[in-house]
């Protein structure tokens, strides 16, 4: 049985940094891409950032880049995300998702999601 769980989440204020971590078991971790997406109160779920399933390639959406970095370890099987320079626009549930692309479709696991609150 697929599990990610995310930890880290909490409240920090505007400038602070936080780590959210995603650790995952009941799959082939290194065999699935890896994404944080985030979802706001009554905003659809983006994307935040992606790290390919060696952790050779990232991409990160326009609100994180220059402060956010996604890693991976898969020795672990855990994923990272630290989030520097926070603003209250960064207020949110951080949700891990693994994805994987077969030729019968788009194999997508996600975690349970990490409240993350940025505010003075």
């Known amino acids: 049985q697929v599990h990610l769980v995310e930890s880290g989440g909490g409240l920090v204020q505007p400038g602070g940094s936080l780590t959210l971590s995603c650790s995952g078991s009941?799959?082939?971790?290194?065999?699935?891409?890896m994404n944080w997406f985030r979802q706001a109160p009554g905003k659809e779920r983006e994307l935040v950032a992606g790290?390919?399933?060696?952790?050779?390639?990232?991409v990160y959406g326009d609100s994180a880049k220059g402060r956010f970095t996604i890693a991976r370890d898969n020795d672990k099987n855990t994923l990272a995300l630290k989030m520097n320079s926070l603003k209250p626009d960064d207020t949110a549930v951080y949700f891990c998702?693994?994805?994987?692309?077969?030729?019968?479709?788009?194999?997508?696991?996600w975690g349970q999601g990490t409240q993350v609150t940025v505010t003075s």
């Open positions: 790290i390919s399933r060696g952790g050779h390639t990232t």
């Open positions: 998702n693994a994805k994987m692309a077969k030729d019968s479709g788009i194999l997508s696991y």
């Open positions: 009941g799959f082939i971790f290194s065999d699935y891409g």
